[in-house]
Every structure is written in structure tokens, then in C-alpha cells.
């Protein structure tokens, strides 16, 4: 279930020279589970723009999104007090209800942002997740200290090697010999797919990247499933690592 409703914004800052954090305030009951999404109306912009939640409470909404075109770059320049036309409590969200005592939390990008309200609560329901964050280079990294503000281990992953392992996720979980018994991930397609296949343990992949309208309207985010086809955005964002399908 989602509620439509007005924010206000608290604060709007950069994390790096193209990635914000803008914190709202305004009813946040209808998100229920990390993972899930807002959709934002935007004056003069035909549809929404759909972005994950970062973190939430009683009364805020964070979430941390990349500026990669006119929508974005409109709110790029919106202040304090504005006030923006919100769903929330979209998509499924990640499953905490299971078995796994380590488990491993990976974000590339501007998949970063949901594992980190996953985090608090895998750490709240005794669980001891380790975090990997990748990067392209370390001009882009952030949400590395916070992280490690909550006393989990932090790996960090850039693909030129200027900050921590010099490589992707998936040779920082080589090279740090992190065991996990659950994984947990969300960011660019090539690298869930390289997870996936270098991963032999129950698994949830968010692919957020690939939502359009974020209503299921366009049909731009449809994929096959073993079990038919769905949605990302209606469905999804997360799906259960055994019903993925890989198209060539």
C-alpha cells in the first residue's frame, strides 16, 4: 500500500560534486520494509521520478540521489522549506525474516544508499552484517564513515584502485575474505550479475536501476522470471536470487 502526501524539505546537501541528500519530513508509515522507493512529483515533468529511501523515521525520509539528468538536476537546486508531492511505501524491500546470522550487504553507486537503513535494522535484530561499497573512483565514494558510525565492517571497492581495494565488489569480497551466509545487494546490472555468479548463498537483488515510471505504466523495467514476467517497479525492486532469469 502507498499514501500520496506533501514534504517539506528539511535539508538538501551534496555528498560529491554529482550525488545529494535530501531529507524530508512527512508521514512515513507506508514504508514499511528497506529497500522500497518514493516517486516524486517534479513541476513541468510528465512522470515522477522514482528514488530509493536511504533511511527513514517516525517523522523523515532520506534518500541520496545522482543528478544524470533534468530532473534530478532540478532538485539539485531546491532549498529548505520547499515543499514536493510524494508517494511512498512503493515496491516489496528486502527480507529480514530468515535464518542468516552474516550476512553481507553490497552497494554500488547509487545502490548504495538502501543497504543503509538495512543495515540498522539487520543490526537491530541482532544480526552482525558486513558492508561492501563500490565505486568507480574515490571522487565518487561516500556513506563510507556512516557506515562504519554503526559498528559494522566496511570494505570499500574502486575500480581505479584510489580508495581501498582496487578492483569491484566482488574482489573485495576476495581479498577480505568476508564470510557471509546471506547476501544482500543492489546497483549497476553487471555487477549484480557478477555477483550472482560468483555467490552460492541465498541472495536478494534489487534492480532498482531499471525502473522508468516507478508505476508500471511504461513497461520500460518488464524482465523475465522463472516465474513469469514482471515489474520492477510493481513487483520488485527486489527479487529472491532463485527467480532471476539472465537475458542474454
Known sequence: MYKKGIYTI??????????????????????????????????????????????????????????????????????????????????????????????LLVGGGVGVPPMYNLCKRLLSEGKRPTVIIGFNTKAELF???????????????????????????????????????????????PMLKALYDATDVPAEFSFEERMGCGFGACMGCSCKTKYGNKRICKDGPVMRKEEILWED
Open 10 to 103: 528539511l535539508s538538501n546537501e551534496p555528498l560529491t560534486p554529482a550525488v545529494y541528500r535530501m531529507v524530508l519530513e512527512g508521514d512515513t508509515q507506508y514504508i514499511t520494509r528497506s529497500g522500497q522507493f518514493i516517486n516524486i512529483e517534479l513541476t513541468g515533468k510528465y512522470l515522477r521520478r522514482p528514488i530509493s529511501v536511504a533511511d527513514y523515521d517516525d517523522k523523515t525520509v532520506t534518500i541520496i540521489y545522482k543528478v544524470v539528468g533534468s530532473g534530478t538536476e532540478q532538485m539539485r537546486g531546491m532549498a529548505q522549506g520547499e515543499k514536493l508531492d510524494i508517494l511512498t511505501g512503493l515496491g516489496n524491500g528486502f527480507a529480514t525474516d530468515n535464518d542468516a546470522k552474516r550476512p
Open 143 to 189: 556513506y563510507e564513515e556512516e557506515f562504519k558510525a554503526l559498528g559494522v565492517d566496511v570494505v570499500v571497492a574502486t575500480a581505479d584502485g584510489s580508495a581501498g581495494v582496487k578492483g569491484f565488489v566482488t574482489d573485495a569480497i576476495r581479498e577480505a575474505k568476508v564470510e557471509f551466509d546471506y547476501l544482500y545487494t543492489c546497483g549497476p546490472l
